[in-house]
């Protein structure tokens, strides 16, 4: 779903067709196992500043936003134990795209599979992220070692447009 820069939303049916749709590859990442999706959240998000600007106080609002729904609904699947990383984590990828993403929207997705959570940004630029070494005094470049520090896994998809990251979770969390 795509909104405007004025509002945001989640989707988080689950449905067969729902399964279906998460575990087919986004934009240029890997397949999901369908069998294996129990449930997610997919959200655009239209940017309110072009890209190249300074982002505008309303896109800069979009981490937190993003960050409060993802909680919510790892709470809602009994991940409440991946709750504090993920979101971490959504910070940094998703102000990674706001800072250095092409296009008019930006794309966040949490897919819930068995034994495994895992988080989505795309962000439309063919410049892949990578680790860089930051030095003491840079106030940024630290926001991908954090994702390796962090995750379980994580990668760029071969078009560089599109960073994802895992979690490994207890297979008997519930997906509602």
């Known amino acids: 779903m795509t909104v405007d820069a004025n509002q945001w939303a989640v989707a988080t049916p689950s449905t067969d067709d729902v399964a279906q749709r998460l575990a087919a590859p986004s934009r240029g990442t890997a397949p999901v196992d369908a069998e294996a999706v129990l449930n997610g959240i997919e959200v655009a998000i239209a940017r309110s500043s072009r890209p190249g600007d300074e982002p505008t106080a309303q896109d800069l609002k979009r981490p937190g936003q993003l960050r409060r729904i993802a909680r919510a609904q790892l709470n809602r ?28 929207e930006f794309a966040f997705r949490v897919i819930h599979s068995a034994g495994e959570v895992r988080i989505e940004v ?43 990251c895992t979690f490994t979770a207890p297979t008997a969390a519930r997906s509602q």
């Open 122 to 164: 795309y962000d439309g630029s063919p410049v892949r992220p990578y680790v860089r070494a930051a030095g003491p005094d840079d106030e940024s470049g630290r926001g991908m070692t954090i994702v390796a520090a962090t995750a379980h896994s994580w990668g760029v998809s071969e078009d560089g447009r599109h960073t994802w």
């Open 77 to 104: 699947w009994n991940l409440d134990g991946l709750a504090d990383s993920a979101v971490l984590l959504i910070t940094e990828l998703v102000t990674n795209a706001l800072l250095h993403g092409q296009g008019p």
